[in-house]
């Protein structure tokens, strides 16, 4: 048991050093490209444009949700003044990073994952490097470039609405004095949080993006099963090792930020 | 025979199973050579060697006169590559139209300015009679518009070597007989060196200047299409005849069987 135990731990120590080569390949490709504005500015539009809907609605809810809960929580103490602090610094520090990233590898990490699989499938991938294109820059770098461009503004934005979501709970609804609600806000988050949650955001989604990235591109030695099957295991795969690994990440970064 | 391209002694495995056993094969200048074998038999793993797809275990490829390596760094330097890969499934971009895809190559892995790539493409287009389709997308396209895409892609480069891992596969015997002739015809006019594998036995013949049969990891047979009749006796005759080289063939090239 413990041989097997060792072997896995080793399996998952290798693959993530694979990652990690993967995605610094695909970040050297790219600058080697042409045309480098036209293939970020798609890919900024894929991983930023699309998942902005779904991140602003999902950190809407979380703050409204936010708001309710730690009032109903604060208000048995007397402290319902403190909700801003804790609604802002909860969503600063850890649910904004967090959830962002898990809602750009459910709606473009799946989608990479399984584009990049097909595209292996179909010896789209092959035709690339028989035309002498290096396709790791081509069809990674610019989602890679483009991760570091958006998830810290879309972390930016789910913080933003998450916060706004807990004024209309905590004040509309449930009457905490509003100048004390944003007052408690600006006090209490300093550049230190926004900072903290920078960097889990810009390692999260490079975490992320490569490995859906990865999957998708190596669907023909990782996949158990060949074609579709195939794809839709590297897909699923791609989510379910992306998401474990955002929530290890952000143990890690955390436990370092404290 | 000058030999062009010249493979020695080429092995590869997939773990316990040897798919290439010292494959030996001369190809030469702008002719046309159709490797022939069973399915699963180690055809497109050739081809795929020869493309650098694939990684050889062991064994030589040598294009007029150079290594392999040697010959795809000079030909990198300069506005023509030495090999294209014709696809089965073509390996179009579905999200390119015509026009990018036939592109690609120019735009991504040479230095040609825009109006320069803009001509070249135009005319081959033009060439292959796809003017009108620049600007649709490959799902709007028919099974012989797309090989005609993918074949433009492939000639963009000027390649001097072009390898068609099955071009006629799931198209009508009409449309298969479009696309051998096609070959043909572009080859002459463009002067490329065909590599083909095919399993549409004999009509693929008629385009080709040399027939290789690949059988337990080796080439047992290579030579002029004639000169198949002359092996009726040996095992290529067996894998000839379930292939349905039969009366056919002997009334195509003058032998009897």
Redesign the interface.
């Known amino acids: 048991m413990i041989r097997t135990l060792g072997r896995s731990a080793l399996s998952v120590v290798f693959e993530l050093g694979e990652i990690s080569l993967f995605g610094l390949g695909a970040l050297r490709g790219f600058f080697a490209q042409r045309g480098r504005l036209a293939k970020l500015t798609l890919a900024i539009h894929e991983i930023g444009v699309r998942c902005f809907p779904i991140v602003a609605t999902v950190g809407l809810f979380t703050g409204l949700v936010m708001g309710l809960q730690l009032y109903y929580t604060l208000v048995k103490f007397g402290a319902e003044s403190a909700l801003g602090t804790a609604v802002a610094l909860s969503l600063i520090r850890e649910l904004g990073p967090v959830l962002t990233a898990l809602m750009v590898v459910g709606q473009a990490g799946s989608a990479m994952a399984s584009e990049l699989g097909i595209q292996r499938n179909d010896e789209q991938i092959d035709a690339l490097q028989t035309m002498s294109i290096d396709p790791l820059g081509f069809l990674v770098g610019p989602r890679l470039v483009a991760t570091l461009i958006c998830f810290p503004i879309l972390t930016a934005v789910f913080d933003l609405i998450g916060i706004f979501g807990g004024y209309l709970t905590g004040s509309v609804l449930l009457n905490v004095d509003a100048g004390v609600y944003w007052n408690r806000v600006f006090e209490s988050v300093s550049w230190a949080d926004v900072q903290g949650g920078y960097i889990k955001s810009l390692v999260f989604g490079l975490l992320t993006i490569s490995i859906c990235a990865y999957r998708g591109f190596n669907t023909h030695r990782k996949a158990s099963f060949p074609g579709v099957r195939g794809v839709s295991e590297s897909a699923t795969r791609a989510v379910v090792w992306s998401s474990v690994m955002v929530l290890a990440a952000d143990y890690l970064i955390t436990s370092f930020l404290l | 025979m000058d030999a062009f391209l010249k493979i020695r002694g080429l092995k590869k495995h997939f773990g316990d199973k040897r798919v290439l056993d010292g494959v030996d094969l001369d190809v030469a200048a702008a002719s046309v050579t159709t490797i022939i074998g069973k399915s699963g038999i180690g055809k497109s793993v050739l081809l ?1 060697c020869i ?3 694939l990684q050889p275990d062991a064994g030589t490829i040598q294009l007029d006169g150079q290594a392999i390596a040697q010959s ?1 760094r000079r030909a ?1 330097s300069d506005a023509g ?1 030495s ?3 014709m ?3 073509n ?3 579905d999200s390119l139209s015509t026009f990018d895809n036939v592109a ?2 120019l ?3 040479t230095k040609l300015g825009r109006a320069d790539i803009q001509q070249r493409v135009s005319a081959m287009l033009q060439q292959l009679e796809l003017s009108d389709a620049a600007d649709r997308f490959p799902g709007e396209l028919s099974g012989g518009m797309k090989k005609r895409v993918a074949l433009g ?1 492939a000639l963009i ?1 000027k390649p001097q070597v072009v390898l068609f891992d099955e071009p006629t596969t799931g198209l009508d015997p009409e449309r298969k007989y479009s696309v051998f002739e096609m070959i043909a015809d572009y080859r002459e006019r463009f002067g490329f060196t065909a590599l083909l594998v095919s399993h549409d036995i004999p009509e693929v013949f008629e385009i080709s200047d040399q027939v290789a049969w690949l059988d337990g990891g080796r080439i047992q047979f290579c030579g002029p299409p004639e000169a198949l009749n002359s092996e009726a006796q040996t095992a290529l005759s067996g894998f000839l005849s379930k292939a349905n080289y039969g009366r056919k063939a002997s009334a195509q090239f003058g032998g009897t069987q």
């Open positions: 795929k493309a650098n797809l795809r990198n590559v090999f294209s890969y696809f089965q499934n390996a179009l971009f690609l190559p735009r991504e892995a892609r480069t």
